[in-house]
């Protein structure tokens, strides 16, 4: 299984960014998807997750309101769009495929990471 994501960058506080991250070597459909972020000297955080078929979202609370996960089946890739961004929202985000299918909220129910794309945040 490969995850590459991509789209971060540099933004200024109140802007938006979307995240995509496309997956390869699993039936993608099958399986819930997440994302989490990990800011310098933090440990990895859950931010957002989404079931297989798109139908059931989960998010942190920090995010809740501003970030929308989603996912294009055909397209194998899952996108998470940030708007209102803060300058505490900035970390590396990470996409990541669940050991099982069912939507998950921490990393250890995650097997398989894609390389991190960084998102700045200026004030």
């Known amino acids: 299984v490969q995850l590459q994501a991509s789209g971060g960058g540099l933004v200024q506080a109140g802007g938006s960014l979307r995240l995509s991250c496309v997956v390869s070597?699993?039936?993608?459909?099958?399986?819930?998807m997440g994302w989490f972020r990990q800011a310098p000297g933090k440990e990895r955080e859950f931010v957002a997750t989404?079931?297989?078929?798109?139908?059931?979202?989960y998010y942190a609370d920090s995010v809740k309101g501003r970030f929308t996960i989603s996912r294009d089946n055909a397209k194998n890739t899952v996108y998470l769009q940030m708007n209102s961004l803060k300058p505490e929202d900035t970390a590396v985000y990470y996409c990541?495929?669940?050991?099982?299918?069912?939507?998950?909220?921490?990393?250890?129910?995650?097997?398989?990471w894609g390389q991190g794309t960084l998102v700045t945040v200026s004030s």
């Open positions: 070597g699993r039936t993608f459909s099958r399986y819930a």
């Open positions: 990541a495929c669940p050991w099982g299918t069912s939507i998950a909220t921490r990393p250890h129910e995650y097997g398989y």
């Open positions: 989404i079931s297989g078929s798109g139908s059931s979202t």
